[in-house]
DNA sequence: TCATTGATGTGAATCGTAATCATTACTATT
DNA sequence: AATAGTAATGATTACGATTCACATCAATGA
């Protein structure tokens, strides 16, 4: 996913255009691994000194919900990236270093058998974590 | 594992025998599932009311170092159940309402070719949630 | 341009967890 | 059983991450 898409999704359900959401997406495009929270903020305090934390936490859990961002939790924190390709389920190894992530394309849902009788699902989680090439 | 087994392990790294952590496997041992620090305390409490959440926390971590008990990060929570057979690697369903869990006794790094050159994995996740047939 | 409605900043609160340290409880030895 | 050495505990304090309430502000469409 795109910035551009990003506000095509926004306008349509009728999110205003701001500078510090403009923000958030400008940094998180152009990082290609998952980013905590507060290292968004420290981004956004550059242009904007006076950001609070609750904006840049209400901006990310909005667009995580949209579909925009992907979240996870790592070491316990939430942690963003753009959604890399919201038509094609797919999992990522994560650089435990740096948050760099790589595509997995292949879901573990599709490759074994599950035998929970009676159980309701509702989703999986399924990450690799490591260190990439350059945190070694 | 059971409790003599955790017994065991305790004593072989000199870690003493004291109510709170014998109220802490107890309590563990009969539960079937993922269950927060919070409510491991609740358990203690009963018979120690003065008990502090440090010695909680403490004895959760040192079990889990020692491989006693599993742990997952469920809904900003750490969570901590027996662990169930150390010797045979397996994943788990858990229940999002409750924390039981099932047995998931494949794993996908089995089942799956992961291409990602370069990169050392250090481990992975996976686990299927959503709701056990009494949760539903 | 104006009014509407949503977005923001502020500051404090909450939640889960960890650090410090003096006191107490195990455990093995005498 | 009394002792000594050492580990475990509880009290307190603190921390980082996240959330809350609410007054103010700004983007948008009319
Ligand atoms: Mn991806
Ligand atoms: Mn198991
Ligand atoms: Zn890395
Ligand atoms: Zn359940």
Redesign the interface.
Known sequence: MNVEKAWETLKEHSFKRTKNREAILEFLAERDGYTAAMDVGEFLKKDNPGVSFDTIYRNLTTFAELGILEET?LN?ERQYRMHCDPGVHHHH?I??ICGKT?H?P?C??D????N?P????????????????QC?
């Open positions: 939790d316990g190894f650089c435990t790589k997995i292949t573990p849902m490759h074994i058998a599950v929970l009676g159980v309701e699902i509702q989703g999986h989680k399924f990450e690799i974590y490591g260190k990439c090439p070694q």
